[in-house]
T-cell receptor, first 114, second 115 residues
Framework: GAGVSQTPSNKVTEKGKYVELRCDPISGHTALYWYRQSLGQGPEFLIYFQGTGAADDSGLPNDRFFAVRPEGSVSTLKIQRTERGDSAVYLC????????????FGPGTRLTVL | AQTVTQSQPEMSVQEAETVTLSCTYDTSESDYYLFWYKQPPSRQMILVIRQEAYKQQNATENRFSVNFQKAAKSFSLKISDSQLGDAAMYFCAYRSYNAGNMLTFGGGTRLMVKP
């Protein structure tokens, strides 16, 4: 079946602009995660959804970052007033609930803020 | 908070040879999961192998095996009979039993395979 998809693949924006990044999880997966991977580093956790609700948003760096998952499937990561430091690859992963279940990753969106 | 450290930014191996990637972690928990992920240039993270902390037996998946030393908080990955397709970034990751479902990643090791 289809894996996790993310759109766009690449996004270039100017400092101060608003961007939205989309994640389509694997059908039936109730858990969805966002991670941010800066150049040369490992991914860092941003937010975790269980169904429609954010179960853990402790990784969001500040209030410019917000994510939604209104119907428990597709999720959108929203970044307001982008800064050059926001440039990174944003990875989405989905999985079934439970600690024993694997997280399946998408190919990520590379965000470049000029 | 848990931390994961990969002390080897780059490693190189000859095709068909064996290479070991190192990972150490810090935690006060007794139950957790450990993972090795592969990230090729396509950016998509692929699970290579996982280890449950309560299991004493080291996990193996075909050419991939781990050396899990719980007391030393060490979790190394051994790749046997290295292939050109093994060239990628490798990330060690930790997941707690008790503190939510997120993964904590190390900084990664770039593996190069020489023909």
């Amino acid at each position: 079946g289809a894996g996790v998809s993310q759109t766009p693949s690449n996004k270039v924006t100017e400092k101060g602009k608003y961007v939205e990044l989309r994640c389509d999880p694997i059908s039936g997966h109730t858990a969805l995660y966002w991670y941010r991977q800066s150049l040369g580093q490992g991914p860092e956790f941003l937010i975790y959804f269980q169904g429609t609700g954010a179960a853990d948003d402790s990784g969001l760096p500040n209030d410019r970052f917000f994510a939604v998952r209104p119907e428990g499937s597709v999720s959108t990561l929203k970044i307001q007033r982008t800064e050059r430091g926001d440039s990174a690859v944003y990875l989405c992963a989905s999985g079934y609930s439970g600690l024993d279940n694997e997280q399946f990753f998408g190919p990520g969106t590379r965000l470049t803020v000029l | 908070a848990q931390t994961v450290t990969q002390s080897q930014p780059e490693m190189s191996v000859q095709e068909a040879e064996t290479v070991t990637l190192s990972c150490t972690y810090d935690t006060s928990e007794s139950d957790y999961y450990l993972f090795w992920y592969k990230q090729p240039p396509s950016r998509q993270m692929i699970l290579v192998i996982r280890q449950e902390a309560y299991k004493q037996q080291n996990a193996t998946e075909n050419r991939f095996s781990v050396n899990f030393q719980k007391a030393a908080k060490s979790f190394s990955l051994k790749i046997s009979d290295s292939q050109l397709g093994d060239a990628a970034m490798y990330f060690c990751a930790y997941r707690s039993y008790n503190a939510g479902n997120m993964l904590t990643f190390g900084g990664g090791t770039r593996l190069m395979v020489k023909p």
